[in-house]
T-cell receptor, first 111, second 116 residues
Framework: KNQVEQSPQSLIILEGKNCTLQCNYTVSPFSNLRWYKQDTGRGPVSLTIMTFSENTKSNGRYTATLDADTKQSSLHITASQLSDSASYICVVSAAGNKLTFGGGTRVLVKP | GAGVSQSPSNKVTEKGKDVELRCDPISGHTALYWYRQRLGQGLEFLIYFQGNSAPDKSGLPSDRFSAERTGESVSTLTIQRTQQEDSAVYLC??????????????FGPGTRLTVT
């Protein structure tokens, strides 16, 4: 069964600090991995999309890594800002255009 | 340009009634997805349309759920005889192609459905 597990479920960080979110998956066959940011009451917004051959991809202060051998990904947030408070969702695409969503990590940035 | 739009933004209905939710994708996007998100939970895939191909309905939870798409434009998700467990936010997303390719997927703001 295709699964995407994220950790931690939630975390609180101080403004200006860095944090790293984890994503482990068992989706096969793998097509690509996506990270989304979802603000409360809004639809998800894409941060990065990585294919099998990509190890790292950045989008501003967000950097995603992918290890296709161990089926792990991480999302690193640098110099966090209050606006980074949101849920971050790891999503893996398998062949056949099926997306498997992780449960998300809820991040709260405090001043 | 305009993003994905959904209507209504909120819908309150009585148990047993039918509801229809609408999604207007980004113009030119051939792929359209419907998802459900229950309070505090992750997204659940419901149905996927790709161009003129037969839709992938494998995520629809019961035969009370159905969806239609007119060509490569508007889509409607219909829930018949609504139940309280149908209460959720229903999200629509569109992209240039299927997510088996690294196409960006753009989400609408969602329709919050409450079944009383």
């Amino acid at each position: 069964k295709n699964q995407v597990e994220q950790s931690p479920q939630s975390l609180i960080i101080l403004e200006g600090k860095n944090c790293t979110l984890q994503c482990n998956y068992t989706v096969s066959p793998f097509s690509n991995l996506r990270w989304y940011k979802q603000d409360t009451g809004r639809g998800p917004v894409s941060l990065t999309i990585m294919t099998f051959s990509e190890n790292t991809k950045s989008n501003g202060r967000y950097t995603a890594t992918l290890d296709a051998d161990t089926k792990q990904s991480s999302l690193h947030i640098t110099a966090s800002q209050l606006s980074d408070s949101a849920s971050y969702i790891c999503v893996v695409s398998a062949a056949g255009n099926k997306l498997t969503f992780g449960g998300g990590t809820r991040v709260l940035v405090k001043p | 340009g305009a993003g994905v739009s959904q209507s209504p933004s909120n819908k309150v209905t009585e148990k047993g009634k039918d509801v229809e939710l609408r999604c207007d994708p980004i113009s030119g996007h051939t792929a359209l997805y419907w998802y459900r998100q229950r309070l505090g939970q992750g997204l659940e895939f419901l149905i996927y349309f790709q161009g003129n191909s037969a839709p992938d309905k494998s995520g629809l939870p019961s035969d009370r759920f159905s969806a239609e798409r007119t060509g490569e434009s508007v889509s409607t998700l219909t829930i018949q005889r609504t139940q309280q467990e149908d209460s959720a936010v229903y999200l629509c997303a569109s992209s240039l192609g299927g997510t088996g390719n690294p196409y960006e997927q753009y989400f609408g703001p969602g329709t919050r459905l409450t079944v009383t």
